[in-house]
């Protein structure tokens, strides 16, 4: 059961060496994060990227499902450091690409919208404002991430 990692978009993201818009904002042994796509996202969203192919949560090895939650924990920190967040949505269905991803996606204080009204609602960055929002997220895990 290796999965479909010749074609599967997040395999090779993963050993291309391509670098996604905005660069890796965060990478380890397990884990990719990345600024989500220009055209559908808010500055500021993050996409959370499993290093294996696997499609469900509970595929997970003991390491993976563990670092999860701390992986989530930096990057709540740094979104609402980093941006203009009041609040860190996490969305994950997998349903297009059936490899492990999950969404983060900064909803400000001031947004008229919440929960998954918020959510529905069509997002999109200026490149400017989604690369600065991108190094900002990265700055703050930088100096918040021990080690
Ligand atoms: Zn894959």
Request: overall charge negative; hydrophobic content about 35%; charged content about 20%.
């Amino acid at each position: 059961m290796s999965g479909n990692t010749v074609t599967c978009p997040y395999c090779l993201l993963n050993t291309s060496g391509d670098e996604p818009f905005g660069g890796w904002v965060y990478r380890d042994d397990l884990w990719l994060v990345h600024h989500g796509p220009i055209e559908s996202s808010r500055p500021g969203t993050m996409k959370i990227i499993s290093k294996r192919h696997y499609t469900d949560f509970a595929e997970m090895t003991p390491d993976e499902a563990a670092s999860l939650g701390s992986l989530l924990h930096m990057l709540d920190a740094a979104m609402r450091a980093g941006t203009d967040a009041e609040r860190v949505h996490l969305v994950s269905t997998r349903d297009r690409v059936q490899h492990f991803h999950a969404w983060l996606y900064p909803r400000p204080a001031s947004h008229s919208l919440r929960g998954t009204d918020f959510l529905n609602a069509p997002q999109h960055s200026e490149p400017a404002d989604a690369d600065r929002a991108a190094q900002a997220v990265r700055h703050h895990l930088t100096v918040t991430s021990p080690g």
